[in-house]
């Protein structure tokens, strides 16, 4: 099972705080960091509803970055 949480960077071109998605699973009880997508977006409340759906959803991360890009290359 994946655990997805929001991010907080702060990026200075992108004029401030940034977020993204950090899955993650628990080997054992040892978290491993799987994948990390930084600066999705400014809203931190969009972000928080993406990862709350992925928690929901349980997509594989292989699959986040076409949610976070919509399918987008």
Known sequence: MYQFEVIERYHPFLAGKSYGILA???DGCIPQELVLIPNISHDRKWVARLAKACN???PGVMDLLDLVT???P
């Open 70 to 72: 919509g399918g987008q």
């Open 56 to 58: 929901q959803n349980q």
């Open 24 to 26: 993650k699973t628990c």
